[in-house]
């Protein structure tokens, strides 16, 4: 066994016993899904949704592609979460809710809830296959391992923790996953600077355009994941429920900068990454492969610890988002709909098995999509639908003629419209209509547009509080 797949192993292990030990703290469903949260668990379990495959192995490829520019991926998350601090922590802390379909319930009805719920489990499913695919792919690449196996053992490995522990699990394995992130990450560039000679060669050795300027990925890339972030932010169950969770407002809005402080910079880092692997491998066919070729040639320990960080961000991310998916279908669909008098034991037992599921279907979809080019396009899609769901919810709360019929039809449209923008494009390889208008703003603008003319089309009568059987 090699060296670096001895240390990945070991390092799951680890992260497996601390989940296991967090069990003894999630004796009920509140505690499972989260609740008094102080400030370090809330960053530890909310800085997962932003710090993943994208960037680490992600961000490295546009370093090399366009230089330190391509930070701007996790700076626009940092953005995106200041943006929830300052206009949505307390408003979403006061409703007394830990989903957002439950804040959507509040201003728009139940059936919006239900919609809302499928619609942003499906999100959280599609990130996660996401980023099971991308831990099986450096498995291959890097440590020599069959795609299958490397997918079955980490997916195993965070299920058990995941579902151990719930929230808690999630807080305490996303603290030992940030220390190993930036030290990873901190001690790669550290060797690589080495053995380049330094920050001035790597200065000398590239063009100050583009890799030296902010601008040099363009401002279309750059407004984009500023817009996707701010929107997507506001509506990543994933990324909110720790707010949710908190214990008071003061706690929540104070752990959301501190993510924010947290996420933004760690894209300069791997970016920095990406523009070294250009200097020492001016020749590399292929952009994606830049961090894990720095890796290989690494000290097989340093190796090892390195791809353990990329390991880290990957597993930081899909642990929050599988107990994400767990906590809507419970909370929105299983205790709202169809057995409201559930006792707390049973909730808690729903909660394991839908969060279960939840992995499982990731697995499984990291297994059949494996090489598919259409997984990207996936996770595009499911990101506009996030940010049309905010525009939804936005509508809703400060839109008083927003009617629950017209959000409804206008969810499902959104996500017709999105779908087929998605699939086009992969078809034709252009978009629709204009190559400026991408899904993210064709969602958009669908959503604002029909829920507009659908709410006054069919306006509300009454503050929905029960469920027919019509839409």
């Not at 370093?63 to 998350?77: K, P, R, V």
């Not at 590239?206 to 500023?226: C, D, E, H, N, R």
């Amino acid at each position: 066994m090699s060296i670096q797949l001895g240390v990945i192993l070991a390092y799951l292990c680890l992260i497996i016993l601390i989940g296991l030990y967090a069990k003894k703290k999630s004796t009920s469903s509140g505690a499972f899904h989260g609740i008094g949260l102080g400030v370090i668990m809330c960053v530890a379990a909310g800085t997962g949704e932003w710090l993943g495959g994208t960037s680490t192995t992600g961000v490295s490829e546009y370093g090399f592609l366009f230089g330190i520019s391509g930070a701007w991926y996790t700076i626009a998350n940092g953005i995106g979460i200041i943006f929830l601090a300052i206009l949505f922590a307390k408003l979403y802390r006061s409703l007394e809710t830990v989903t957002v379909p439950g804040i959507i319930e509040k201003y728009i009805g139940v059936k919006a809830r239900i919609v809302s719920s499928i619609l942003l489990t499906f999100i959280m499913i599609a990130v996660g296959t996401a980023q099971i695919i991308a831990a099986g792919t450096l498995g291959v690449s890097v440590l020599g391992l069959d795609y299958t196996i490397s997918v079955v053992v980490l997916g195993i490995g965070f299920i058990v923790y995941t579902l151990s522990g719930g929230m808690v699990a999630v807080g305490y394995t996303n603290i030992i996953h940030l220390i190993a992130m930036y030290g990873g990450i901190v001690l790669a560039i550290a060797l690589v600077g080495v053995d380049i000679g330094g920050f001035d060669a790597l200065r000398s050795s590239l063009p100050a355009q583009p890799y030296f300027t902010m601008g040099g990925i363009g401002f279309s890339k750059v407004s984009s994941w500023i817009i996707a972030s701010v929107l997507g932010a506001c509506t990543a169950q994933a990324g909110i429920q720790p707010i949710l969770a908190a214990r008071d407002v003061n706690v929540a809005r104070k752990s959301a900068f501190i993510t924010a402080l947290i996420v933004a910079p760690f894209g300069i880092f791997t970016a920095l990454l990406g523009m070294a692997a250009r200097v020492k491998y001016p020749l590399l066919a292929d952009a994606k492969l830049a961090l894990p070729t720095i890796m290989m040639d690494l000290h097989p320990v340093a190796g090892g610890v390195v791809i353990a960080s990329i390991m880290a961000a990957i597993l930081s991310t899909v642990s929050p988002i599988i107990l994400a998916s767990g906590t809507m279908i419970t909370k929105d669909i299983y205790q709202r709909v169809i057995k409201p008098e559930a006792s707390d034991k049973q909730v808690l037992f729903i909660s394991r098995l839908t969060t279960g599921l939840s992995g499982l279907v990731c697995i499984l979809l990291a297994l059949f999509m494996y090489e598919s080019t259409k997984v990207l396009d996936l996770v595009y899609f499911a990101y506009s639908l996030r940010g049309a769901l905010f525009v939804v919810l936005l509508l809703g709360i400060y839109w008083k003629r927003t009617s629950q019929k017209g959000a409804v039809w206008a969810m499902l449209i959104t996500a017709a419209i999105g779908l087929f923008w998605v699939a086009f494009k992969g078809m034709f390889g252009y978009y629709p209509i204009s190559p400026f208008l991408t899904e993210t703003y064709a969602s958009i603008i669908t959503a604002f547009i029909s829920l507009i003319v659908l709410s006054i089309a069919f306006p509300k009568k009454r503050v929905d509080t029960t469920i027919d059987n019509t839409f």
